[in-house]
């Protein structure tokens, strides 16, 4: 049953956007709305920290399918993971950004990936809390994020540190 309801929220997470970007009538520039990030991830279960070690890496993209002045939408592929531990998270993201720089977002999508034990696929989610710089038309941001899954007891969860380009 959760398996059933983990590929009903991502059928519909990836669904949606799908349907608005057909209806999408604006520009359809592939070569904006991006960001790239690379940083490093703490992995919360010492079962994971010993197979993996300390510190993983974390690299990810972001694509915004849909911008306003405070409000971005976004999919997402991320990486994380040391040797033959990992996951790659593919979410739909909301984000929000005040006045300051400060942000904040949610994303919901699949997981695929490989725990200390074998490979699996799951519901995956993040949080987001960040900061981007507003100087010039390419800003950096620097984020901090929980990411997670809702299978292999939790091994792929942890915090990941990122800076990110966006252009």
């Not at 590929?7 to 519909?12: G, K, N, P, S, T």
């Not at 725990?115 to 620097?142: E, F, Q, R």
Request: net charge negative; glycine share 12%.
């Amino acid at each position: 049953m959760k398996r059933l309801f983990a590929v009903f929220a991502c059928a519909l997470a990836f669904g949606a956007p799908t349907s608005a970007l057909a209806q999408f009538t604006g520009d359809q520039d592939l070569t904006h709305g991006w960001e790239l990030r690379l940083g490093g991830f703490v992995a919360e279960k010492k079962a994971s920290r010993n197979k993996g070690g300390d510190l993983w890496l974390a690299i990810g993209a972001e694509r915004a399918f849909y911008e306003t002045e405070n409000l971005r939408t976004t999919l997402s592929i991320d990486y994380y993971g040391a040797q033959n531990i990992y996951s790659v998270p593919l979410c739909f993201n909301v984000r929000s950004t005040n006045a300051d720089g400060l942000h904040v977002g949610a994303g919901v999508g699949l997981s695929l990936g490989h725990d200390i034990d074998s490979g699996m696929s799951a519901l995956a989610y993040n949080l987001l809390l960040g900061y981007m710089t507003s100087a010039g038309t390419n800003p950096i941001t620097v984020d901090l994020r929980y990411l997670g899954t809702n299978a292999s007891h939790q091994e792929l969860n942890g915090w990941s540190l990122t800076v990110g380009y966006r252009f």
